[in-house]
């Protein structure tokens, strides 16, 4: 394992760790608040962050061992987010929490088992051209920051 690589796995376990205290914490009203930017309930959020992180686990090893990835448009993206919202309204704390426990461990060791060779392989996707790494840092760490913010916001 490299330095990179340690580092990146480092930053994705410490923001889905931050999001997993956060949910812990969280109150049954403040469970069911609507988020301001996803529309969806901070269950429903949640959730779809910790459902997210296996599927991008397997799309970063794919992305690194030089597979190619399938056809995926915003389109397609969208349509599978509003099918989880609908499948995951009554998702519970302890169930999301769990999924999100187990989807850390796998993240962190698809990440920590990448040389530095294949962080720097490339796919395209629906964002445009991305590194394995820009995948880690972007998605499967940034999108767990950007949710965070709106479950923070919900749950004031």
Same mark, same amino acid.
């Given at each position: 394992?490299?330095?990179?690589?340690?580092?990146?796995?480092?930053?994705?376990?410490?923001?889905?760790?931050d999001?997993?205290?956060?949910?812990?914490?969280?109150?049954?009203? /403040?469970?069911?608040?609507?988020?301001?930017?996803?529309?969806?309930?901070? =269950?429903?959020?949640?959730?779809?962050?910790?459902?997210?992180?296996?599927?991008?686990?397997?799309?970063?090893? =794919?992305?690194?061992?030089?597979?190619?990835?399938?056809?995926?448009?915003?389109?397609?993206?969208?349509? =599978?987010?509003? #099918?989880?919202?609908?499948?995951?309204?009554?998702?519970?704390?302890? #169930?999301?929490?769990?999924?999100?426990?187990?989807?850390?461990?796998?993240?962190?060791?698809?990440?920590?088992?990448?040389?530095?060779?294949?962080?720097?392989?490339?796919?395209?996707?629906?964002? =445009? #051209?991305?590194?394995?790494?820009?995948?880690? #840092?972007?998605?499967?760490?940034g999108?767990t /920051?950007m949710?965070?913010?709106?479950?923070?916001?919900?749950?004031?």
């Open positions: 394992m490299s330095d990179k690589t340690e580092q990146l796995a480092s930053q994705f376990e410490e923001a889905n760790n999001l997993l205290t956060l949910i812990s914490g969280l109150s049954d009203e /403040q469970w069911k608040k609507a988020c301001p930017d996803e529309g969806w309930t901070v =269950g429903v959020t949640a959730h779809h962050v910790a459902e997210s992180l296996g599927t991008l686990a397997g799309l970063v090893q =794919g992305v690194a061992a030089g597979a190619p990835v399938p056809p995926l448009t915003m389109d397609m993206l969208n349509e =599978g987010n509003a #099918e989880h919202a609908v499948r995951a309204v009554g998702v519970t704390r302890d #169930e999301t929490a769990d999924l999100l426990r187990g989807n850390i461990s796998t993240g962190a060791a698809a990440i920590r088992g990448l040389t530095d060779e294949q962080l720097e392989k490339k796919a395209s996707l629906p964002m =445009g #051209e991305m590194t394995a790494a820009q995948i880690v #840092e972007m998605i499967m760490t999108h /920051q949710h965070i913010g709106g479950i923070k916001a919900a749950a004031e």
